[in-house]
């Protein structure tokens, strides 16, 4: 009898064990492919891998990651909505690896865009440590855009390894001055500094 406990203890913490590791796993890849409502874009079907990266990141969050190991034109873009005329400015962090554009525009790489637009922000390419980059455009008389981080361009395809992190959006003053007021995020967990202040955003639920 006594035996047959033994055994049914050891089945017991085996079968945990096993669950666990499973969990694990399941847990993981949710958290890679956890890309809280950014869709995934490119202009050649699966030749780009979208993942979220927690080896490679700016911040302890993971960051947005986008491999192509082929000359294809890919983003994560989530659509906002935005008043009609006004000024905005989009920010975040990258980082890029053996980025390639696949002619000598210089509007092809690692950038944050609008998509289906031509406005866009520097373009990165080669292999650079993280940096902040930023797009300003005006709403004219849209009420909703596609902020898309990319690694490609309107005018072409890139190939290489762009991560993106840190995605914040402000509302301008419509008064032609330099001041930014903040209106809203993107991202649903970030940080922002305002007038000198870190302050720490986190509105999903873990």
Same mark, same amino acid.
């Given at each position: 009898?006594?035996?047959?406990?033994? &055994?049914?203890?050891?089945?017991?913490?085996?079968?945990?064990?096993?669950?666990?590791?499973?969990?694990?796993?399941?847990?993981?890849?949710?958290?890679?492919? $956890?890309?809280?409502?950014?869709?995934?874009?490119? /202009?050649?079907?699966?030749?780009?891998?979208?993942?979220?990266?927690?080896?490679? &990141?700016?911040?302890?969050?993971?960051?947005?990651?986008?491999?192509?190991?082929?000359?294809?034109?890919?983003?994560?873009?989530?659509?906002?909505?935005?008043?009609?005329?006004?000024?905005?400015?989009?920010?975040?962090?990258?980082?890029?690896? $053996?980025?390639?554009?696949?002619?000598?525009?210089?509007?092809?790489?690692?950038?944050?865009?609008?998509?289906? !637009?031509?406005?866009?922000?520097?373009?990165?390419?080669?292999?650079?440590?993280?940096?902040?980059?930023?797009?300003?455009?005006?709403?004219?008389?849209?009420?909703?855009?596609?902020?898309?981080?990319?690694?490609?361009?309107?005018?072409?395809?890139? &190939?290489?390894?762009?991560?993106? /992190?840190?995605?914040?959006?402000?509302?301008?003053?419509?008064?032609?001055?330099?001041?930014?007021?903040?209106?809203?995020?993107?991202?649903? !967990?970030?940080?922002? $500094?305002?007038?000198?202040?870190?302050?720490?955003?986190?509105?999903?639920?873990?």
């Amino acid at each position: 009898m006594e035996q047959k406990k033994r &055994k049914h203890k050891i089945s017991y913490y085996i079968t945990l064990a096993i669950l666990l590791v499973i969990l694990y796993f399941v847990y993981q890849y949710y958290q890679q492919n $956890n890309f809280n409502d950014f869709v995934r874009s490119e /202009s050649k079907l699966y030749a780009s891998t979208f993942i979220r990266d927690n080896e490679v &990141k700016y911040t302890a969050k993971r960051s947005y990651k986008i491999d192509s190991k082929d000359f294809n034109d890919a983003m994560f873009y989530k659509k906002i909505k935005v008043n009609k005329n006004q000024p905005y400015k989009v920010t975040c962090m990258v980082k890029t690896s $053996n980025v390639q554009a696949e002619n000598e525009n210089s509007g092809i790489g690692a950038q944050i865009s609008i998509e289906g !637009t031509t406005e866009r922000s520097i373009a990165i390419s080669g292999t650079q440590n993280w940096q902040k980059i930023e797009l300003i455009f005006n709403s004219k008389d849209r009420e909703e855009v596609n902020i898309g981080f990319r690694l490609g361009g309107y005018l072409g395809e890139a &190939k290489g390894e762009a991560w993106f /992190s840190n995605f914040t959006i402000e509302e301008g003053i419509t008064d032609n001055n330099s001041e930014w007021k903040f209106a809203c995020f993107i991202f649903k !967990t970030t940080d922002v $500094n305002i007038n000198g202040k870190e302050i720490k955003l986190d509105v999903t639920r873990k």
